[in-house]
């Protein structure tokens, strides 16, 4: 017969760590997150298209390329800069012209003069090829500007060129 069971003894170190188990299934899909905000740059480049502009005239471009729908060319002589938007505006314009006078360049948005984005430069026998240019914002948050620009020197001028850049900030 047998006696009775002793004492438990103290237990004896951990022993080494087994093996990686198999990975387990793949887990359900999550939802679909929010669509993110647009990647799409919004800019244009139009470049002068006629060869000599007497005051008066609203200065014709061509489309050098349009990025995104928010920049439109409609017609030759406008731009249209769709609503909710704030638009960088650059352009240039080069002329040649021996009559002493200037030729000046006024931005107009919707048909309103915006002379604090004029340029101006003197024309002349001495000085008979001369450049204007300007930089400025155009806030269209509040509705769709159209945009031109109106030369409104007091020399006709020919052999023009420029361009126009517009970009979308906002």
Known sequence: RAGATGVTG????????????ATGNTGATGVTGATGASAII??????????????????????????????SHPSNTTFVLATGHIYLVSYTFRATSSLIGNITVTPRFNTVF?????????????????????????????????????YNGS???????????????Q
Do not use: H, M, W
């Open 42 to 71: 919004q800019n244009g480049l139009f470049s002068v298209n006629v060869t000599s502009v007497a005051n008066g005239t609203a200065i014709s471009y061509s489309t050098t390329f349009i990025n995104g729908t928010d920049i």
């Open 10 to 21: 103290d237990s004896g170190p951990t022993g080494p760590t087994g093996g990686t188990g």
């Open 155 to 169: 020399a006709t001028t020919t052999l023009t060129d420029g361009s126009v850049s517009i970009i979308e900030v």
């Open 114 to 150: 915006q002379s604090r984005f004029s340029g101006k430069s003197v024309t002349g026998t001495l000085d008979a090829n001369v450049s204007v240019s300007g930089t400025f914002l155009a806030n269209a948050t509040a509705g769709a500007i159209t945009l031109d620009f109106l």
